[in-house]
Every structure is written in structure tokens, then in C-alpha cells.
């Protein structure tokens, strides 16, 4: 299931996602290039089913590798040492962040052609889209 997420995807828009980092603590300077910041996702999976999930910006790359439902430690873009899990639920990558006795989720889902991201953090959901690059 996660074979339909391999490939490049490029980020088309971006809703509410200034909120979404406030609402997980990310300074003022952090989410003002967080903002003008449209990264490409490259997702590989290899022979043992380890995903590899590369951020792609002029501002910074991030990568992490990760088995579905198993925890991992991840240091996110914006700094936060968090322990995270992947799941697959109904077809959607489920990628649960972990941290200060806080936690993050971000579901990935494509519909239409189309990668659609929602960052959630309490009652505060931001969507960001990708399409898949030829």
C-alpha cells in the first residue's frame, strides 16, 4: 500500500500551516521561512519495506527512514526531537509525532492524483498539497 506514495511529489498549496507551527511551538523566524518554503517529498521504500521519506527545500532537507508501526526517533525540520510511528490506516500514511508530552499528526492521503498532507495539532489543521512530478 505504501508503493503509491513512492516517487517525487511538489508542493502546489498550502493552507493554515503558520497556525499549525504555532500550534507546535515554532518561533516566529522558523515559520516565516516555513511559509515561503515549498519542499518536494521523495518517498523510496527498499527490499525490507523501510520507507524513506526525503524533504526536499532551498532551506533545508530532512530524511527519515522508518518500518510501518514501528517507533523511531526523529529530529523534525524545525528541530524537535520527537518519537514518531507510521502507520497505514485505510490507505492513509499516519505519521505520529511524539514530544514534551505533546503529540502531532500528520495523515497523508492521495486523492485525485494529488498527495494531500493534513497537519494536525489539536483543534488546529493545516492542508498542504503536492502533485506527483513526471
Do not use: H
Not at 524537535?80 to 505533546?102: A, F, S, Y
Amino acid at each position: 500500500m505504501v508503493e503509491k506514495f513512492v516517487g517525487t511529489w511538489k508542493m502546489i498549496s498550502s493552507e493554515n500551516f503558520d497556525d499549525y507551527m504555532k500550534a507546535i511551538g515554532v518561533g516566529f523566524a522558523t515559520r516565516q521561512v516555513g511559509n515561503r518554503t515549498k519542499p518536494n517529498l521523495v518517498f523510496t521504500v527498499d527490499d525490507q519495506g523501510t520507507v524513506c521519506m526525503r524533504t526536499q527545500s532551498t532551506f533545508k532537507n530532512t530524511e527519515i527512514k522508518f518500518k510501518l508501526n514501528e517507533p523511531f526517533d526523529e529530529t523534525t525540520a524545525d528541530d524537535r526531537k520527537t518519537r514518531t510511528v507510521v502507520t497505514l490506516e485505510n490507505g492513509k500514511l499516519v505519521q505520529k509525532q511524539n514530544w514534551d508530552g505533546k503529540e502531532t499528526c500528520i495523515e497523508r492521503e492521495i486523492s485525485d492524483g494529488k498527495l494531500i498532507a493534513k497537519c494536525i495539532m489539536g483543534d488546529v489543521v493545516a492542508v498542504r498539497t503536492y502533485v506527483r512530478e513526471a
